[in-house]
């Protein structure tokens, strides 16, 4: 009898990690599956048929077409949303304490032990790789043997700034410190000598990845104690433009789509608002809607990843057109030959189907 009772149970459990297994989607079709790698979903990017990502202290290279993995290395610890920087034919990716090179057969070419974290996304101009570094300010690396060309050193010890984004010969970061009473400044940067070329204070916030076009700057402020906003600042001084009060999610960077601009919101999920104006055009639904992933325009859609494990796709007027649960949490989107693609933390890849 018991053993009867231990059969049942075990086909009980197969069947149901069966279905898990073959689960529908009504708009997500299942590509490969690959087990025993518990990525960061938010690290892979995709290049020339193949995605690179990182796990809790490895690097990892997966063909694409039918997801098995090339090879694996050790890396130092990774960070949430931080992804490789592929420049070339070398793969830079910063960790607990240091920055390093590998190529694209998972070689190390040198690594730089800095001592403290970079656990932002690195990014890149000519032939220096921007990272910033928890405690120090913004670091300048030589791409091809890693020793630093220039730091900008904080009067005040930050904690870290924003995810550095560079564009028409600027480099921009947030919560930079220039004082010891602790004020933070969004910055424009000069990248060929780390020289200051404007900043804007932003005291008492913490601030998201810009995004620029041709002359202006968008930049999502947050804050425990007070309600957040979202800025547009001038490309050219940093003047303030407009700035609008909201609750945004600034871990994530906002989307712009022509006149448009998309926000990450803790309470409202996303909101839309003019982008010359700063006006508040609509909201989602709420909390449950609130991204936990970078969000993507496809086909006149913005698709993104929750915390609530759903993948949402809203069209242009804000209303909910997809809705898909996950059982895992979500990663970053991506366009992939004209075809979108998302994975989750149980080492699905799925493509979407309209």
């Not at 670091?139 to 870290?160: C, H, L």
Request: overall charge neutral.
């Amino acid at each position: 009898m018991k053993f009867i009772i231990i059969l049942l149970t075990l086909l009980f459990v197969n069947s149901c990690l069966s279905k898990h297994d073959d689960k529908e989607m009504e708009h997500l079709t299942l590509v490969w599956k690959i087990d025993n790698i518990k990525w960061n979903a938010t690290s892979l990017i995709y290049k020339e048929n193949y995605l690179y990502g990182l796990t809790r202290n490895k690097i990892i290279k997966i063909n694409f077409e039918d997801g098995k993995v090339i090879w694996e290395n050790d890396n130092s610890t990774s960070y949430d949303n931080q992804q490789p920087l592929i420049i070339y034919d070398h793969i830079f990716v910063g960790g607990f304490d240091k920055i390093t090179c590998f190529n694209l057969d998972g070689d190390i070419g040198w690594f730089n032990k800095i001592g403290d974290k970079i656990g932002q996304t690195l990014c890149h101009q000519d032939s220096l790789i921007f990272g910033s570094v928890r405690g120090q300010g913004i670091y300048a690396f030589d791409q091809n043997d890693g020793r630093i060309v220039w730091q900008t050193k904080p009067e005040y010890r930050q904690m870290s700034s924003s995810k550095p984004v560079i564009q028409s010969s600027l480099l921009i970061a947030s919560d930079m410190d220039f004082s010891d009473k602790s004020n933070k400044y969004t910055a424009a940067i000069d990248p060929r000598n780390g020289g200051i070329i404007w900043k804007t204070a932003h005291t008492g916030y913490f601030g998201s990845k810009a995004v620029l076009d041709s002359q202006n700057i968008f930049v999502c402020y947050d804050s425990i104690y007070k309600k957040g906003m979202i800025r547009s600042l001038s490309v050219n001084d940093g003047k303030v433009n407009w700035e609008t009060p909201l609750r945004p999610q600034a871990h994530y960077k906002p989307l712009v789509v022509g006149d448009k601009i998309f926000v990450p919101s803790y309470e409202k999920g996303i909101t839309c608002l003019n982008k010359n104006t700063g006006e508040v055009l609509w909201n989602t639904s709420g909390k449950d809607y609130s991204p936990s992933t970078e969000l993507i325009n496809y086909k006149d859609g913005i698709f993104y990843g929750t915390f609530s494990r759903k993948f949402i796709g809203v069209d242009q007027d804000g209303n909910i057109f997809l809705e898909e649960n996950f059982d895992y949490g979500i990663g970053n989107p991506l366009i992939i030959n004209g075809e979108l693609y998302v994975n989750d933390g149980g080492g699905s890849m799925y493509k979407l189907r309209l």
